[in-house]
């Protein structure tokens, strides 16, 4: 999206801006009212949305001297389309809420819009609304809309004992990114790059609903984190063996440079919203899926490689 001009927000004001960043959106099938009115309307042949929200707030979840406006925006979006994917559907429609100071380039408001957009883009999605208010820091709020495309949805209740756990997206990315970030460095770039913005594998999760997934999850608290949410819902154990997992290249040598366990990164990193699903044994998975371990029957937990793991080995909110 081209930006026309400089100068703040304060100098450019809400609806002004609004009509900036909406202002070539294009038409979109399912999309009955789009932006200008109290509310968006849209359209689900079978009557059934998913919806979910995500909150990004600046000096938490981003800092504006690591990322561009862009990468932000992509980042904001890819956390609420990958919710999506995660219950097996497709993300139709986005509405976004967006606070900022007002001494915020308006330039960089709008190249973070475009950030969502593509984002978007890249499952069929279209920005349809949202919201533009004054605050102390950037935040950004992002709900999805999206479509289970006629099959029930994919809930984390659904693990089985004997069902084999797996994963499709990369996985421990981001959290060595952020590790890199946090000692001054910007590279392995591929790394640094993770964490400004991830890469879901957003096909993957329909794919794993129609193969009859049990259950599925995003990771983006980490790997760990999110599979208790699987085994505390199912009610069953989650037990993770890393003996076969490949560690990519650039996470061996950030590894290696401060001394660590790649697996650790890949244990408890989060967003790069990687998603982890539970299949029936012996079932055909979906290209992208790889095995990584195996439910087994006892009270709700989490066991990496024969050892327990808790919740804190994750990102907690408030923790």
């Given at each position: 999206?081209?930006?026309?001009?400089?100068?703040?927000?304060?100098?450019?004001?809400?609806?002004?801006l609004i009509d900036?960043?909406?202002?070539?959106?294009?038409?979109?099938?399912?999309?009955?009212?789009?932006?200008?009115?109290?509310?968006?309307?849209?359209?689900?042949?079978?009557?059934?949305?998913?919806?979910?929200?995500?909150?990004?707030?600046?000096?938490?979840?981003?800092?504006?001297?690591?990322?561009?406006?862009?990468?932000?925006?992509?980042?904001?979006?890819?956390?609420?389309?990958?919710?999506?994917?995660?219950?097996?559907?497709?993300?139709?429609s986005l509405v976004?809420?967006?606070?900022?100071?007002?001494?915020?380039?308006?330039?960089?408001?709008?190249?973070?819009?475009?950030?969502?957009?593509?984002?978007?883009?890249?499952?069929?999605?279209?920005?349809?609304?949202?919201?533009?208010?004054?605050?102390?820091?950037?935040?950004?709020?992002?709900?999805?809309?999206?479509?289970?495309?006629?099959?029930?949805?994919?809930?984390?209740?659904?693990?089985?004992?004997?069902?084999?756990?797996?994963?499709?997206?990369?996985?421990?990315?981001?959290?060595?990114?952020?590790?890199?970030?946090?000692?001054?460095?910007?590279?392995?770039?591929?790394?640094?790059?993770?964490?400004?913005?991830?890469?879901?594998?957003?096909?993957?999760?329909?794919?794993?609903?129609?193969?009859?997934?049990?259950?599925?999850?995003?990771?983006?608290?980490?790997?760990?984190?999110?599979?208790?949410?699987?085994?505390?819902?199912?009610?069953?154990?989650?037990?993770?063996?890393?003996?076969?997992?490949?560690?990519?290249?650039?996470?061996?040598?950030?590894?290696?440079?401060?001394?660590?366990?790649?697996?650790?990164?890949?244990?408890?990193?989060?967003?790069?919203?990687?998603?982890?699903?539970?299949?029936?044994?012996?079932?055909?998975?979906?290209?992208?899926?790889?095995?990584?371990?195996?439910?087994?029957?006892?009270?709700?937990?989490?066991?990496?490689?024969?050892?327990?793991?808790?919740?804190?080995?994750?990102?907690?909110h408030f923790g």
């Open positions: 999206m081209a930006d026309d001009g400089g100068g703040t927000l304060q100098d450019l004001g809400e609806f002004a900036r960043i909406t202002a070539d959106l294009p038409p979109a099938p399912g999309v009955i009212v789009g932006p200008g009115d109290d509310t968006a309307v849209v359209f689900s042949a079978d009557g059934l949305v998913a919806v979910t929200c995500d909150l990004l707030v600046e000096g938490t979840h981003f800092r504006r001297d690591w990322s561009t406006p862009i990468d932000i925006g992509r980042r904001a979006a890819a956390a609420s389309l990958a919710d999506v994917a995660a219950m097996g559907g497709v993300a139709t976004v809420g967006f606070g900022a100071p007002g001494d915020l380039p308006a330039a960089w408001a709008v190249s973070c819009a475009s950030g969502i957009r593509e984002e978007a883009a890249l499952v069929g999605a279209v920005l349809v609304g949202g919201d533009v208010v004054q605050s102390p820091q950037v935040v950004i709020s992002v709900t999805a809309l999206g479509d289970l495309q006629g099959h029930s949805p994919v809930l984390r209740s659904g693990a089985r004992t004997g069902d084999v756990v797996a994963i499709a997206g990369r996985f421990g990315w981001a959290a060595a990114g952020l590790a890199l970030l946090s000692r001054g460095f910007r590279s392995p770039k591929a790394l640094v790059d993770a964490h400004r913005f991830p890469l879901p594998p957003y096909a993957a999760g329909p794919a794993a609903a129609a193969a009859g997934a049990t259950s599925m999850i995003d990771v983006s608290d980490g790997l760990v984190a999110d599979a208790l949410h699987i085994a505390t819902a199912s009610g069953v154990v989650v037990e993770l063996d890393t003996a076969g997992w490949e560690v990519p290249e650039p996470m061996q040598a950030a590894a290696a440079a401060y001394n660590v366990d790649p697996r650790e990164w890949m244990l408890t990193g989060g967003d790069d919203h990687a998603l982890l699903a539970t299949f029936p044994a012996g079932a055909a998975l979906p290209d992208g899926f790889t095995v990584i371990g195996s439910v087994g029957e006892g009270d709700p937990s989490v066991v990496v490689d024969g050892v327990p793991r808790g919740p804190e080995d994750g990102h907690r």
